[in-house]
């Protein structure tokens, strides 16, 4: 979920276990939605995209669910490893707009080995 | 892949003095941005450029400024460094003219710390 204060949600997981990382956005306006990993003292990473005229899209070992009824989204991790603790955190945007992302705050994934 | 160079993983520097932070990338991308990351606040937009010579301000402008001379090279600009611009500053680039539309890539970011 996303962060209100100064310490980030935090989510543990059992290494091999499933992962999922939830994030609301607040623009009905948002059409395009990204996930970021970002792991200590490095910059964020690009892990996935997808526009709203999808409700699913996959990756390696990552999915991307889009529910735009209750302007939702989550990133699920499947078999969840060491190298995945991470902080996730999504991005959204209008697709046609020359606008800057909006990103989240983010949530914290520690994996438990 | 994308490569997005910022020239010093940790900078120290005393308040009132002018610092640069350099960002370059390899390709021929022409939207390039600046963020400062902190706690609890997410990254911020400072400014962002999509052409040479070109700038625009973000959301967090004041207190710094940038410059983009040549196209793979935008540079922020602090002025005159004061200790809350203490913090985590990373550079981003889109590939293409929109970016609307498509992920921005990151560097792996300069902490500064102004004493």
């Keep these: 979920g996303e962060s209100v204060g100064l310490h980030l949600p935090t989510l543990s997981v059992q290494e091999g276990d499933n992962s999922i990382i939830n994030c609301a956005y607040s623009n009905s306006a948002s059409d395009y939605f990204i996930w970021y990993k970002q792991e200590s003292g490095k910059g964020p990473q690009f892990i996935i995209d997808i526009r709203s005229n999808m409700d699913k899209r996959q990756g390696q070992r990552v999915t991307v669910l889009l529910n735009k009824t209750v302007k939702h989204l989550s990133l699920q991790i499947a078999a969840t490893q060491p190298g995945d603790s991470a902080v996730y955190f999504c991005a959204e945007n209008t697709y046609s707009g020359n606008t800057p992302l909006v990103f989240g705050k983010g949530t914290r994934l520690s994996v438990i080995a | ?115």
């Excluded at chain 2, 991308?29 to 400062?36: L, S, V």
């Excluded at chain 2, 402008?61 to 040549?70: A, D, N, Q």
Aim: glycine share 8%; net charge neutral; aromatic share 12%.
């Design chain 2, 1 to 115: 892949d994308v490569k997005v160079t910022q020239s010093s993983r940790y900078l120290v520097k005393r308040t009132g003095e002018k610092v640069f932070l350099e960002c370059v990338q390899d390709m021929d991308h022409e939207n390039m941005f600046w963020y400062r990351q902190d706690p609890g606040l997410g990254l911020r937009l400072i400014y962002f450029s999509y052409d040479v010579k070109m700038k625009e301000k973000g959301d967090i402008p004041e207190g710094y400024s940038v410059s983009r001379e040549k196209k793979e090279r935008f540079s922020l600009i602090l002025e005159s460094a004061s200790t809350n611009q203490t913090s985590m500053y990373l550079c981003a680039i889109t590939q293409g003219g929109s970016w609307g539309n498509q992920p921005q890539h990151f560097g792996d970011g300069t902490r500064l710390s102004i004493l």
